[in-house]
């Protein structure tokens, strides 16, 4: 099996994105016979966007973002078509509004099992919840791409270092992605 597992370095007034660690801790720990990519992708709209293209089609995407506002990880339901952002990404592009994918449907949703990946994550004792979107951010432009090119895919926010560890992230990706390959 073919696993893509991406992730962000620093964008806006975050300078440290837990997830890139994360992303390099589970490639380093990595012990499953199933082959992972990991790419730390650009906080750029189209340059990610077309990165994901790139790379192509996995048996298994999970991408990983930063949620800066919360406190537990959480796992997206749904992409919509759409970017738009108050902040620019870093190549200083704002987003006012555009379509992500000229014809696409407006929203679609995680091919991942969700429901059953937060039940798991529960019981081995991590905080794990559902969100209904990955945002407008360049996070969601990603989650929609890795749903259009890859088979099982979809999309994990995790909340800054002081609320969830980089071993627990690693832990719990690690564990999602292991649920995502059966």
Known sequence: ??????????????????TEHVARLVR?????????TVEILPVEYGAARARVAELG???VHIALGLAADRTVPTIERF????RDARVADNSGFIATGEEVDAGAPLALETTLPF????????????P???SRSAGLYVCNTVMFTAIQNSARAGFLHLPPQEHFSLDDGAALV????EIAGE
């Open 174 to 177: 690690d564990l999602l992605l």
């Open 128 to 130: 794990l919840e559902e």
């Open 1 to 18: 099996m073919r696993i893509l597992l991406t992730a962000f370095g620093p964008f806006h007034t975050n300078s440290f994105n837990p």
């Open 79 to 82: 992409a919509m078509n759409r």
């Open 28 to 36: 380093e720990e990595w012990q499953r016979a199933d082959e992972l």
């Open 57 to 59: 089609a996995f048996d």
């Open 115 to 126: 429901k059953e990946m937060i039940t798991r994550a529960r019981e081995a004792g991590f």
